[in-house]
């Protein structure tokens, strides 16, 4: 996060030339910003959308590198409090974006094992999708999913 310019950032990870490593670099990149604390959600989300947009990074790459945080979740929670609720919102803000598709939200419950950080990452992205328009839209046409993600509480 020491650039701040999105074109530069783009640039550095361009020339990496390996695609295959994207999903990696998403977790690392989450991993480093919420390690950080909470100023760093804003440049995070601002990143991964850059990339997404200029398809540098795939779909499949953010939902990948996302499911990859929360395996590690169990270890990082422990040392990192906020780290849940969190990551819950950079889902929900990347869900806004389009860059994830709001049904990863259970896959990245069913990856997380503590059922403390579970609630941490629901109600995070519950409360972010509800306080914009468009996130509520999302989640009146999801109640299926919503309801799959509670049962994942209990």
Do not use: W
């Not at 929360?70 to 389009?98: C, Q, Y």
Request: with cysteine.
């Amino acid at each position: 996060f020491g650039i701040r310019i999105l074109d530069e950032a783009q640039q550095c990870i361009e020339e990496l030339q390996c695609p295959e490593y994207y999903s990696e670099i998403v977790k690392e990149a989450i991993n480093l910003a919420l390690d950080k604390g909470p100023n760093f959600i804003d440049p995070l989300v601002r990143l991964l959308e850059h990339l997404h947009t200029k398809k540098i990074f795939k779909t499949e790459d953010l939902k990948t590198g996302c499911l990859l945080y929360a395996a590690l979740l169990e270890d990082i929670g422990i040392d990192l409090p906020l780290a849940p609720a969190l990551f819950g919102e950079v889902v929900a803000r990347l869900s806004l974006s389009n860059g994830l598709s709001f049904e990863v939200v259970e896959e990245i419950l069913k990856a997380v094992e503590d059922a403390y950080f579970r609630k941490g990452i629901l109600d995070a992205v519950m409360k972010t999708m509800g306080g914009n328009s468009s996130g509520q839209a999302i989640l009146s046409s999801h109640a299926v999913v919503i309801d799959a993600c509670n049962k994942l509480l209990k």
